[in-house]
């Protein structure tokens, strides 16, 4: 680890530290923390949400490679993997 790459981690320590600091002990910081807690579990849902349909597209997107390939008669997964 070079010189620059040490302080950056030093300040970044630092800045965290003072965030979890602020956000754990003292009261403005525990009631921003309630305040921020629901916002921060409807985000966790929302990308549970999204998760769950990127893997439903990704399944739809699978099936119609399977059934066009049925169709061709060729492995067209094979023919476009290469664009990924």
């Known amino acids: 680890m070079n010189k620059s790459q040490a ?3 030093s ?3 630092a800045v ?3 965030v979890a600091w602020y ?3 003292t009261e403005e910081g525990r009631t921003l923390r309630r305040r921020i807690e629901p ?13 769950g349909t990127v893997q439903k597209a990704a399944g739809v997107v699978n099936e119609s490679l399977k059934l066009l390939n049925e169709a061709l ?3 067209v997964r094979d023919r ?4 990924h």
């Open 16 to 18: 965290v530290g003072g």
């Open 73 to 75: 008669g060729e492995n």
């Open 11 to 13: 300040v970044l320590g």
């Open 39 to 51: 916002t921060l579990e409807d985000i966790a849902r929302e990308l549970g949400n999204l998760r």
């Open 23 to 25: 956000l754990f002990f």
């Open 80 to 83: 476009y993997s290469s664009l």
């Open 7 to 9: 302080i950056a981690a």
